[in-house]
């Protein structure tokens, strides 16, 4: 299990705290304000953070299973009834609750990473505009001044 089982990685550029906490609209305005080389960044390191929850949630989910599996063969070696003692096992609730709080931020994590995303693609589709005029304009000059391709 890793230490950062619930808090965002640090090495957000903008603060993964900043993401998690901002409204819908002041989210907007944060990624309005963003160049595309920023947005893509933001974009991989918080689909890279939620590869992380998601991996620690597995290692939580695969502790909890063996600590089962560890009281079944404990009991099962004492001579008593192992299926009981599985069926009466309880996750500790602090792992309960970090998968929980976990798949609490996974899905803000997604969102953002989707509102990333379509601000990703309207400033590509803003530079795309700005390719295109210039090299309209760039074919026109040029056919001003009496060269044709």
């Given at each position: 299990m890793t230490s950062s089982a619930i808090a965002p990685p640090a090495e957000f550029a903008i603060s993964g705290t900043a993401?998690?906490?901002?409204?819908?609209?002041?989210?907007?305005?944060?990624?309005?304000?963003?160049?595309?080389?920023?947005?893509?960044?933001e974009h991989t390191r918080l689909e890279r953070a939620i590869q992380q929850l998601v991996q620690s949630n597995k290692e939580i989910a695969e502790f909890i299973e063996?600590?089962?599996?560890?009281?079944?063969?404990?009991?099962?070696?004492?001579?008593?009834?192992?299926?009981?003692?599985?069926?009466?096992?309880?996750a500790d609730p602090e792992f309960v609750l970090a998968i929980e709080e976990n798949m609490v931020v996974i899905a803000k994590y997604e969102r953002t990473c989707a509102?990333?995303?379509?601000?990703?693609?309207?400033?590509?589709?803003?530079?795309?505009?700005?390719?295109?005029?210039?090299?309209?304009?760039g074919e026109q000059a040029g056919a001003d001044d009496g060269v044709h391709l």
């Amino acid at each position: 299990m890793t230490s950062s089982a619930i808090a965002p990685p640090a090495e957000f550029a903008i603060s993964g705290t900043a993401f998690a906490s901002a409204s819908p609209e002041a989210l907007a305005k944060i990624l309005d304000t963003l160049d595309l080389p920023s947005l893509e960044q933001e974009h991989t390191r918080l689909e890279r953070a939620i590869q992380q929850l998601v991996q620690s949630n597995k290692e939580i989910a695969e502790f909890i299973e063996q600590e089962q599996k560890d009281l079944l063969e404990f009991q099962e070696q004492q001579g008593g009834g192992g299926s009981e003692a599985a069926e009466a096992f309880e996750a500790d609730p602090e792992f309960v609750l970090a998968i929980e709080e976990n798949m609490v931020v996974i899905a803000k994590y997604e969102r953002t990473c989707a509102d990333l995303l379509r601000a990703i693609q309207r400033k590509r589709g803003v530079v795309a505009e700005e390719v295109k005029e210039t090299e309209d304009g760039g074919e026109q000059a040029g056919a001003d001044d009496g060269v044709h391709l």
